[in-house]
């Protein structure tokens, strides 16, 4: 099996699950503001395990996708204006599987401040679209991955 033709659909896995997963955290943080989550809305703890579920999911699903990532860079075709893009694509990745498992970690301690450790979720987003927009320019501005190999 060729391992590194799976990396375009796992992608789309961290994406997906990471960007749920603060939505439902913004859900929870705002029915805690609004009301006293306990006692006025006790149906809707739910949201903060599926928030952690969602979160170590998606980042376990980026670590997978950093390496298949890795087996695919090995088997794109040589494009020398794409390199650039390519490093960038690359690095923007690893900074976001960094910061998503510290965040996925953090998770497991208490949080002085739930606003906080949501503007991390934010944070830790924006290095993972960065690396998604860079992997867009890679497909459709310089087709790699799209044409057939020679194997």
Not at 14 to 27: D, Q, R, Y
């Amino acid at each position: 099996m060729k391992w590194y033709l799976l990396h375009p659909m796992v992608v789309h896995f961290p994406i997906a699950l990471l960007t749920t997963g603060f939505l439902a955290e913004a859900a929870r943080v705002l029915f805690k503001k609004r009301d006293n989550i306990t006692e006025a809305a006790p149906h809707l703890p739910w949201l903060q395990d599926a928030a952690s579920w969602l979160l170590w999911l998606g980042t376990v699903s980026a670590l997978a996708a950093i390496g298949l990532g890795l087996l695919a860079a090995k088997t794109a075709p040589h494009v020398p204006e794409a390199w650039e893009t390519l490093i960038a694509h690359r690095n923007a990745a690893y900074a976001a599987g960094f910061l998503f498992s510290l965040l996925s970690a953090w998770r497991f301690f208490p949080r002085p401040k739930p606003g906080l450790f949501l503007a991390g979720w934010l944070v830790c987003l924006g290095a993972i679209f960065y690396a998604a927009y860079h992997g867009g320019e890679l497909v459709y501005r310089y087709g790699m991955g799209t044409a057939p190999s020679a194997e």
